[in-house]
């Protein structure tokens, strides 16, 4: 029989809304994501380049203001702190070489499904590597909220299709992300936000960028409006959603938070419908609120 999780103090309580409050804005921010790259004038690895090459302004900005809390040899596991973020860093990088790819080859609402299939992986991680406690009632939720986002793909997913390959990059970049969020939430208990988010975008960028080149893909925007799209996706989606996400990160477990990331499919799925004049359904929007049903469920079970 499971033991009642120990209750929190109200400090902890408050801390812990204005990190959901945070991470479900990180999310519909990186939400924007699938219509900037849609958008994007130049290659799908060159884009994934300047999303983490823009936001280095902004993300310094962050640092300089608020210095990063010190981090001790203790804390990190008597590893240099450069190795830690490395990890992230060159995770993400291969999430956004997928991701964008996928974009290209499948719907926003397929890409972004099962990219987020990431969950999945999260809680195993967060079980075996954070050691969390998943509880039934939790992966009762989890069950149906990825059910709802299966509903919300199901009428645009087509086994033999033309979105087989863009699907199958899709999944990879869910690996990539879930690992991702692990290492993030693994180095949010002895690295500042800001610290974690330079650097390792910095790293991102660094790998991003021979990948563009050998991709031999368009580099250079062709108009001033492909600039301030790739300045929307660096500054919107990766400074501000993902920063949001990594400080979320901090302070709520990283199983429920991976599971509150399922509202960008939702979200995503709204906007390529207003933007990119791709239809829904009464199945997908049913399935949205299936969706946001289960992360009621996992609030919770997760969330004493």
Known sequence: METPAPSLSAATKRQQSLALAALILGALAIAFSPIFVRLSEVGPTATGFYRTFLALP????????RAPRPSTAAETGGLPPLALILLPGLLFAGDLFFWHLAIKYTTVA?????????PVIVTLGAWLVLRERITRQFLIAMLVAICGALMLVGSSFQLGGTNVFGDMLAFITALFYGVYMIAVAKLRGSHGTQSLMLWSTLVSAL????????????FMPATL?????LFGLA????????????????????????????VQPVAAAFF???????????????????????IYLARRAQLK
């Not at 409006?225 to 799209?229: A, D, K, L, S, V």
């Open 110 to 118: 397929n890409a972004t499904l099962l990219s987020n299939f990431a």
């Open 225 to 229: 409006q492909g600039w301030f799209t």
């Open 235 to 262: 500054w919107i989606s990766h400074a501000l959603g993902q920063g949001l996400i990594a400080y979320a990160l901090g302070h709520l477990p990283a199983s429920f938070s991976s599971l509150v990331v399922l």
């Open 272 to 294: 390529g419908w207003l933007w990119l004049g791709e239809g829904l359904s009464s199945l997908q929007i049913g399935g949205g609120l299936v969706v946001l049903f289960g």
């Open 58 to 65: 902004p993300l310094w900005l962050w640092w300089w203001l």
């Open 207 to 218: 790998a991003l960028l021979p990948a563009a080149l050998l991709m031999g893909e368009a």
